[in-house]
Each structure stands twice: as C-alpha cells, then as structure tokens.
C-alpha cells in the first residue's frame, strides 16, 4: 500500500514538472523542486566536467528545495542573461542534481553554446531519458541537429515538440525559428 501511494505521488509530482517546463523554456517561471540527489557519477563525452560523487548534507525539504531553486535561478541567470556558459555549467554541477531534466538540459543547452556538440547531446539524453516529453530538451535537441546541418532530424524533433506541447507553446516557436533560419538560440 506504501509503494502504491509513493507511486503515485511520484507520478503526480513528475506530471506537474512537466507542465512547469512550458513556463520555465520562457523563462516565465521556476522549476519544480526537485527529489532530493542520490549520488551520482556521471561525466559526459568529453570529461570536461568533473563527475559528481558528493552526496548531500541532511537537510529539512523546505530548505533542499530553497537551496536548489537559488542555485538553479543563479545559473540560469550566468546562462541566459549573462551567457556565462561555462559559469552557468559549473553552477549546476555544483547542485548534485545533474539527474533533474531542467538541470540536464540547461547543461546541455549551455554545453551547446560552447560548441561541446557530444556533451550537449549526453545531457539532453540524460533529461530525456528522466522525462522523454520534457518539451524544452526536445527542442534544444532539434536545435542541435538544426546546428549540425541535420535539417530533416530537427523537424523530426520539432514534431515531438508539438505533440508534448503544441503549436504555440515557447519551445515549439523557438525551433521552429531555428529551423527557418530566423532566429538561433
């Protein structure tokens, strides 16, 4: 009875962060807080980033959650505002959370920028792999194929995006500009 309740709170729960990702690829809103980390030790491709072998100092939920939400909203300031890539990267590292899909993708999105084509695609793999309708990895993936020259892929990803979110959702409008050469991101 226990499991089936955690279960489905884990279900309800990973439901509403995939509702969330819509605002956050707009930088409408917050990301959902995340579990708290187990350890991990994870390094992409290139090994340019230290895997994360450091579990977390016990703490109360309230203030895991705080934690994580300043340190999420820091680095994606140093990323999106500052284009502080390998900043924004370090940053969220340094959160332990690297199995969060929010997390992942925006490594993978700044690893993008920095022109780390292997690393991006391990970590947008990785966010897919936790929630393969995360509409914001989809279209930052179609992007990289966009960059790559993989036209024809990108718009297999560009429907992916519109079947997790629509036509008018932020990260469908992105790649499509993308796509149609009329804006990068």
């Known amino acids: 009875m226990r499991k ?35 350890t991990q030790t994870t390094t992409p491709p290139s090994g340019n980033q230290k895997a994360n ?12 959650q705080e934690d994580f939400l ?16 390998a900043g924004g990267i370090a940053a969220l590292r ?10 992942a993708t925006l490594i ?31 279209s930052y993936y179609g992007m990289w194929y966009a960059e790559q020259g993989n036209l024809l ?3 297999d990803y560009l429907e992916k995006v519109r079947s997790a979110c629509g036509l008018e959702c932020s990260p469908y409008k992105q790649l499509s500009a993308a796509i149609n050469g009329t804006v990068t991101y």
């Open 53 to 64: 072998t450091k579990k977390p100092k016990p703490k109360n939920s309230g203030s895991i």
């Open 108 to 138: 993978g999105y700044a690893s993008r920028k920095l022109g780390r084509y292997d690393d991006a695609k391990y970590w947008y793999d990785k966010a897919l792999a936790v929630d393969p309708k995360h509409a914001t990895t989809l």
């Open 4 to 38: 089936t309740r955690l279960l489905t709170t884990a279900f309800v729960l990973s439901a509403a962060m995939g509702v969330a990702d819509f605002a956050l690829a707009a930088g409408e809103s917050s990301p959902p807080p995340p579990e708290p980390p187990k």
């Open 153 to 155: 892929k990108a718009k």
């Open 70 to 85: 300043k340190g999420y909203h820091a680095a994606y300031a140093l990323i999106y505002d500052k284009s502080d890539y």
């Open 94 to 103: 340094a959160l332990g959370y690297d199995d969060h899909p929010d997390v």
